[in-house]
């Protein structure tokens, strides 16, 4: 079975820095690009990053880059989010997810169950 | 930046009723878009891709149309499970932004 389990949530003060991990099972990790996604409460999805298959290349919205850094170990079948410089808009429902390809320019087709950043004094 | 617009945000149908979500792209993305559902405290999930391609497992019920900047998903008889909201995506270029989406409600 396909999965995707994201840890490393939790309460954060404003300017604090947190990791985000992104553990897959069930397909070849290195063929497919990962993205992050998040979602403020009461509110839409938005994209955070991604990074392609390889890890060669990696993107980001505009309102993370310089604080958010995505990364990836294939070797470990893991995808990260280091976010730094916390605000309190930051926080939301953070959601990993495979692309259905290498890189990443089309769907995500599998999703993990989210995990949640406070980020609050 | 390409803004993706959906339209209604949020709309009120009947069991067995055909409905229809409106995605629209402020440049042409050709059919780099995606549609999603998400129910309540669920993560989404991937209805159709490349604009008009049902993923698997998903109901046939679920149609995509569209190409360029002006897209469509039609849900032709709403079943119970369907009430849900539905997001769009262009995956043209990054950022890979996402429509503000449509809630689906029960009349």
């Known amino acids: 079975e396909v999965q995707l389990l994201e840890s490393g949530g939790g309460p954060v003060q404003p300017g604090g820095s947190l990791r985000l991990s992104c553990t897959a099972s069930g397909f070849t990790f290195r063929s497919h690009a990962m993205s992050w996604v998040r979602q403020a409460p009461g509110k839409g999805l938005e994209w955070v990053s991604g990074i392609f298959g390889s890890g060669g290349s990696t993107f980001y919205a505009d309102s993370m880059r310089g604080r958010f850094t995505i990364s990836r170990d294939n070797s470990k079948s893991t995808v990260y989010l280091q976010m730094n410089s916390l605000r309190a808009e930051d926080t939301a429902v953070y959601y990993c997810?495979?692309?259905?390809?290498?890189?990443?320019?089309?769907?995500?087709?599998?999703w993990g169950q989210g995990t949640t950043v406070t980020v609050s004094s | 930046d390409i803004q993706m617009t959906q339209s209604p945000s949020s709309l009120s149908a009947s069991v067995g009723d055909r409905v229809n979500i409106t995605c629209r792209a402020s440049?042409?993305?050709?059919?780099?878009l995606s549609w999603y559902q998400q129910r309540p405290g669920k993560a989404p999930k991937l209805l159709i891709y490349a604009a008009s391609n049902l993923q698997s497992g998903v109901p046939s019920r679920f149609s995509g149309s569209g190409s360029g900047t002006d897209f469509t998903l039609t849900i032709s008889s709403l079943q119970p499970e369907d009430f849900a909201t539905y997001y769009c995506q262009k995956t043209y270029t990054t950022p890979l932004t996402f429509g503000g989406g449509t809630k689906v409600e029960i009349k």
């Open positions: 440049q042409t993305i050709s059919n780099y």
């Open positions: 997810a495979k692309h259905t390809e290498q890189i990443v320019y089309d769907a995500m087709d599998v």
